[in-house]
């Protein structure tokens, strides 16, 4: 055994001891998240092998059980009765010969199609990537409720063709067979497999002809389908690292038709982002949901700045999981995504205010919301409708809408009239100069010309996210405030005096922690 396989089992053991505890977790260290999900030591980033199995969610995820940047990658693992508390297990999987254990995702193989079932109950199969010098994909078969894995002998099931970037397997199943999408430098590959065991080459996305955004490698694809008024739509979600519209990680997707070998993007557009805040990357969906959503956990940070942000025993969070639509607003399709239904769980019912009638506030003034409830809580939902009337053509109106503390920090969501576009705003939101870009306004573009502005909004102890305009404008980011936000304002301004902003509806609800403390 040679000192660094010790050391892994050394690390094996401490994070099994962890585990033990992790039911009656508290986690109260500074900026910890009280509803997202993180681990209570080490560096996560993308989630994996997302499935439902047996009334157990499991999230696996791509984890250096050794320290706080990213490092030899493991899969971590979690499971969750409600999507809302988390038990961290062992890790699932562990890097040997083919590699290090990098992206991919996990499937229910109910007919035993693999061969590879010896119980009584279909086996998940896991399909990942596996990093060395190249990237090649594997499988892994849990014969046991996902508690333990073992790999195929004759990994790897996909060698590589000799691009460098050649990873991140989603796998679902269509019309009897296995179809993986797989992100291939800046494009997508489709493949397809009976037994999960030998891929066949179906055909190439995104490069010759150049679709969407290129401004860094393509990721973590998911190929979901849709029934959007008695119609058939698909969506293909790809991350892409750098390249996002307000710098570094995004998700961007694509609308079009998969007919179970080709995917075609309907007509020519502008590109498409799942969420315009920057700390969103790497989503993908759970397989298997027994009430058929679309439904998505994405890594909530950057690559941009993700490893120096100040967290101290653990590094990267999740999204809340978000139900994923097809809407139309203006008469274009887009795609929604909408807190699941399961975080009502959290709200505590003796702490709910809801404004009664509406609000006007004037050119050049600001008003505590805040004040007129009686709660002090910096876990929140928000729900508020905002409206601004113009007197005049004058159109350099804007409102802000900011969670703040006594420190005077704040946290700011805002919009322009003029360019018809909503910001966020960390800026004075506690510590940013850990890096340059990171106190950078973040702009999102409205696919609405609607001057209603409606948002819900959660508000965890250092993760905002923002669905406006019913989940079509989303956006999700971390902050760092010295002191928790409990306090909120609304300000407006407008070069012309007699134009005026209206709180038309408005409710807070105070949220519970996921901890036991
Ligand atoms: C853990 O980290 C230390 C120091 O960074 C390193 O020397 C060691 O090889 C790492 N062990 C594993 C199992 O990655
Ligand atoms: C699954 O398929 C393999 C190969 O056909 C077979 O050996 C095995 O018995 C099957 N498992 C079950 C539980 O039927
Ligand atoms: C990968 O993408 C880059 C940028 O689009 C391109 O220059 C390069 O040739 C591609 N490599 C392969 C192996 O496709
Ligand atoms: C401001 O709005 C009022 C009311 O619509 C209008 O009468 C006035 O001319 C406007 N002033 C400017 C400077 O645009
Ligand atoms: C927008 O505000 C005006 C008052 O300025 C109000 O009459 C109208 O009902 C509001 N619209 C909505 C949808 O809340």
């Known amino acids: 055994m040679s000192f660094n396989v010790r050391v892994r089992v050394v690390f094996y053991f401490i994070s099994c001891l962890l585990v033990q505890s992790i039911t009656s977790l508290c986690l109260t260290d500074q900026h910890r998240p009280q509803f ?20 157990e969610y499991h999230m696996f995820y791509q984890f250096y059980p050794n320290g706080t ?63 060395s010098d190249t990237q090649v994909q594997s499988i892994a078969v849990s014969n046991d409720k996902g508690r333990t894995f073992e790999k195929y002998a004759s990994n790897p099931v996909l060698p590589s063709p000799g691009v460098k970037d050649f990873r991140d397997p989603k796998v679902f199943e269509m019309n009897g067979k296995w179809i993986m999408s797989l992100a291939v430098n800046d494009s997508i590959h489709f493949y397809s497999s009976n037994n999960l065991k030998s891929w066949t080459a179906l055909s190439k996305f995104g ?30 979600l790809v991350s892409i690292n750098p390249g996002g519209p307000n710098l570094g990680s995004v998700t961007q997707y694509f609308l079009g038709d998969f007919d179970g070998e080709t995917f075609r993007k309907f007509g020519i557009g502008h590109d498409l982002w799942m969420d315009w805040g920057p700390d969103n990357y790497a989503g993908v969906s759970f397989s298997n949901d027994p009430k058929n959503r679309k439904l998505l956990i994405a890594w909530l940070n950057n690559w941009l700045y993700g490893e120096v942000i100040p967290t101290e025993e653990w590094r990267g969070q999740m999204t809340i999981p978000r139900v994923l639509e097809l809407t139309r607003v203006d008469n274009k399709v887009r795609l929604a995504s909408a807190p699941a239904e399961e975080m009502e769980l959290l709200r505590i019912s003796s702490q709910f205010y809801e404004k009664l009638d509406a609000l006007t506030i004037n050119s050049g003034s600001v008003y505590t919301l805040s004040d007129d409830f009686t709660f002090s809580n910096p876990l ?18 804007t409102f802000q809408f900011c969670f703040f503390n006594s420190l005077n920090e704040e946290l700011c969501v805002g919009y322009s009239y003029d360019q018809n576009y909503i910001y966020l705003d960390r800026a004075k939101a506690g510590a940013v100069n850990f890096h340059p870009d990171f106190g950078k306004r973040a702009m999102a573009t409205r696919d609405t010309k609607s001057k209603i502005i409606e948002m819900k909004l959660y508000l965890d102890t250092s993760i905002i996210e923002l669905f406006a305009d019913k989940g079509v404008t989303v956006m999700t980011a971390m902050f760092f405030p010295t002191e928790p936000f409990t306090q909120l304002k609304v300000a407006f301004s407008s070069a012309n005096s007699s134009n005026q902003l209206t709180v038309s509806s408005f409710t807070v609800r105070g949220l519970k922690s996921i901890y036991d403390c």
Not at 207 to 236: I, R, T, Y
């Open 207 to 236: 490069s010759n002809p150049l679709e969407g955004a290129h401004g860094g490698v393509w990721e973590c694809p998911d190929l979901l389908d849709f029934d959007f008024n008695g119609h058939k739509v698909w969506v293909l």
């Open 380 to 397: 929140l939902e928000v729900d508020v409708v905002l409206n601004i009337t113009l007197g005049t053509a004058d159109k350099t109106a």
């Open 36 to 55: 997202h999900f993180s681990p209570a030591k080490y560096w996560i980033n993308d989630p994996n092998g997302l499935i439902y199995v047996e009334g």
């Open 69 to 131: 940047t990213h490092g030899p990658m493991y899969w971590g693992h979690a499971i969750s009765t409600d999507l809302i508390h988390w038990e961290e297990l062992p890790i699932a999987l562990s890097p040997d010969g083919l590699g290090e254990i990098y992206s991919g995702s996990a499937v229910l193989d109910v007919g035993n199609t693999s061969g590879l079932q010896t119980g009584s109950n279909p086996p998940i199969i896991a399909i990942f990537t596996q990093a």
